[in-house]
C-alpha cells in the first residue's frame, strides 16, 4: 500500500532554510485525484497545515506562512519537498507529510480535501 | 489561536459516548465539509472521519460526525480505553484559501 517518508536534517540554524524530501512508495506522485501535503506540529501543541501541492506543480500555502514557503515536485523521482526559509525556534516542530483527495467548490476551485495517508513524521529543531 | 475551536479537553468512562465539538466559522465549516483526525501518543495523526460523517475503512462505526451549520461534532460511543488521544477537527477555508485545524481536544479516559 502507499507509504510516504519524509527525509532530511533533523537540525536547522537559526536564519537558515530548513529543507525536507518526502518520498512516495506503492503508488504514483502523479495520480490525478491527489494533493500531496506538509503539516507540522511544535512540540506539545497543535497541527498546523504548511502546505500542499498537485502533481502539476500547482500549489496552496498557509497565509501566515506564504512568504517563506517552496513546496516542489519530482514525479520522476515521486518526490515532493518542502523548504523553509528564514527559519527560527518557532519552526521547531514534527514535520509530516500527507497526501489528501481533491475537493472541488465553485469559489476556489479545486483543493485538498482529507489528508488519508500520513508519513512518519520527522523532528526538525532549529538551534545554533 | 486557532480558526476552529475545539474545547481542550475531555473525559470519560468506559463504555460512556462522549461528544467533542468544533465551532468554525461561514467561510469554513459553513461552506466546506469536515474532517477529524485521531493522534494517538507519539504517533502520526490518523483520518477518523472524512467529509462531516463518512468514515475511512477500517475505523469503528463508535466513531460517528455531524455537521449543522458552522459547527461539527465528533461522537465516539462504547468508550474504550485505546480511544485515549487528541482529536483534530479541520476544513478547508475559503477566505484563508487554505486548511485549518482545530486546536485539538486531549480525550482521557477515566
Known amino acids: 500500500q502507499l507509504q510516504l517518508q519524509e527525509s532530511g536534517p533533523g537540525l536547522v540554524k537559526p536564519s537558515e532554510t530548513l529543507s525536507l524530501t518526502c518520498t512516495v512508495s506503492g503508488g504514483s506522485i502523479s495520480d490525478t485525484i491527489y494533493y500531496w501535503g506538509w503539516i507540522r506540529q511544535p512540540p506539545g501543541k497543535g497541527l498546523e497545515w504548511i502546505g500542499s501541492i498537485y502533481y502539476s506543480g500547482s500549489t496552496y500555502y498557509n497565509p501566515s506562512l506564504k512568504s517563506r514557503v517552496t513546496i516542489s515536485v519530482d514525479t520522476s523521482k515521486n518526490q515532493f519537498s518542502l523548504k523553509l526559509s528564514s527559519v527560527t525556534a518557532a519552526d521547531t516542530a514534527v514535520y509530516y507529510c500527507?497526501?489528501?483527495?481533491?475537493?472541488?467548490?465553485?469559489?476556489?476551485?479545486?483543493?485538498?480535501?482529507?489528508?488519508?495517508?500520513w508519513g512518519q513524521g520527522t523532528m526538525v529543531t532549529v538551534s545554533s | 489561536q486557532s480558526v476552529l475551536t475545539q474545547p481542550p479537553s475531555a473525559s470519560g468512562t468506559p463504555g460512556q459516548r462522549v461528544t467533542i465539538s468544533c465551532s468554525g466559522s461561514?467561510?469554513?465549516?459553513?461552506?466546506?465539509?469536515v474532517n477529524w483526525y485521531q493522534q494517538l501518543p507519539g504517533t502520526a495523526p490518523k483520518l477518523l472521519v472524512y467529509s462531516n460523517n463518512q468514515r475511512p475503512s477500517g475505523v469503528p462505526d463508535r466513531f460517528s460526525g455531524s455537521k449543522s451549520g458552522t459547527s461539527a461534532s465528533l461522537a465516539i460511543s462504547g468508550l474504550q480505553s485505546e480511544d485515549e488521544a487528541d482529536y483534530y477537527c479541520a476544513a478547508w477555508d475559503d477566505s484563508l484559501n487554505g486548511v485549518v485545524f482545530g486546536g485539538g481536544t486531549k480525550l482521557t479516559v477515566l
Open positions: 500527507a497526501r489528501s483527495d481533491h475537493l472541488y467548490n465553485i469559489l476556489t476551485g479545486y483543493y485538498p480535501g482529507a489528508f488519508d495517508i
Open positions: 461561514r467561510s469554513n465549516i459553513g461552506s466546506n465539509t
